[in-house]
């Protein structure tokens, strides 16, 4: 990592939400020097560069389940999308709930993961505490592993003292259909109540998505979250996040939050602000995901957040299952859009609908700052030189070659303006033009 290089006639994205052209210096995997001949409002015509984006929330399914994705893998999806670091969640099989089990989860990552990693741990009574080289804890009101879901108030507010970082998934799961899946029980074992079921939904013979987990379930996570951070002193309370915001109660929830001065952040996906329940019901198990698509009043509310700042931060949830497991006929959740991730935003900035500004901080400034990650998400002196280089010329849809095991592309639809060409993970090429360049490790982002 001794290396020293000049990136000459360069565009970049710097930390003023400017483009600057001129000459980027890279030494120790570090950016050493910025020279801005001139800047504009709007990027060069050809390539330009912008900070390798922060995923704070992916599932990356090593150990336990890598047929589905493991590391090396989707760290390569990271790179086709720009992603320089993940933030890997902990509901693995057997989840990280341990020290033991984040210890050799890290010594995993150290191995093969391609962009720089940090991990959380799963939140569970009587567990311990995160340590300063955990992104945090991740608390799942809806059984997401092994463990048992954590909804209660004197839980949360247990786990609230504890813990220094807690991203919440609010979903309790109590709210979830258990009446229409006592009624389904009925209809398979007498055919009563089958013909009105099927008549309501015919496509699906079965409830939608959306609606086997309600929207009630995210208002009862929301009220016992409120009461849980009530209870715990002020001085005690942690910074919370609230994970893949998907409702307008949750939107309105985190603002006033946030008004109120509490150290309360939020998250979204892209998928929050791109689909709804029709799209679910239209596209099947490619677009089930946990929470659900929801409404076109809560698309439209999330995306208004992302533009003003509402959302903190845009995560991919990368959620991968095989092309097989989604066929089945109880389909597992999630959608695995990492690959797109750089180019869906940029695209979107490109557009107009985001400023770069706010661009800037929804792909990687503010996730650098929730998380405690020093010196990525921005392109500036000092930082470490994880930069992606985007070209004006996407791929085309039909020749692109998915990477991730998951093999669906989630957005077919969307037109891209631009592609990622080249990534750089702390001043070394790890991807170029399609191909890895092998032997190019990430560091953890903690310590
Ligand atoms: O859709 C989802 N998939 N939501 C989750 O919370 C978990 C994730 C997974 O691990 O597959
Ligand atoms: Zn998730």
Redesign the pocket.
Known sequence: MGMKFQIRNACWLGDDAWFHHGTISIANGRIMKLESDFASDTPSAGEFIVPGLIDAHV?LREPGQPYKEGIANGTLAALKGGVTTVLNMP?NVPPTASLARLEAKRALFAQKSRVNYGLFLQARIGGPRAPESAAGVKIYMAK?SALAAVRDPAALAQIFRLQNRVVV?AEDEREFSTGWKKSFHRVEKTGEIFHSVEKSFPQCGKLPHHLRRPRAAVVAALQSIATAWRRVPPKERPRLVIAHCSTVEEIDWVRKMKRQGHDVWAETCPHYFLFTEQDDRARGPALQ??PPLRTEEDRAAVFAAVQDGGIDFIST?H?P?LPKEKAADSP???IAGLEWFGPVLLTLTMRGEISWQRYLKLAGQKAAQCYGIEGRGLVREGAWADLAIVANKPPAAAQEKIVTRAAVHPYPQFEFAVGIRATLVNGRLAWTDGRVRPGVHGREVYG
Do not use: I, L
């Open positions: 599932h509901n997401s998934h995901v946990n949830d959620a299952h597992p959740s999630g």
